[in-house]
């Protein structure tokens, strides 16, 4: 498929040097990161906190040792 996409020159720049680097085209460089980036993304939307059940406790914490400041 054919699309348009307006980039920032910078970014295009250290785009076709990375590709130029790698020895690959442009469009192969512009598919690996998007599909990079989408995979990312579909990892991040799982639920991390199953995974962290039974891998510890909040006993010993309080709001006043969060780091944030009210």
Known sequence: ???SV??????MK???IKAVEEGISLKDLI??????ELDQTKEIQGTPWKDLKGKGTASGLSA???GFEE
Do not use: G, Y
């Not at 307006?6 to 970014?11: F, I, K, N, Q, V």
């Open 6 to 11: 307006d980039l920032p020159d910078e970014l």
């Open 14 to 16: 250290k785009a076709k």
């Open 64 to 66: 006043d040792k969060s």
């Open 31 to 36: 598919i690996r990161s998007l599909r990079n």
């Open 1 to 3: 498929m054919r699309t």
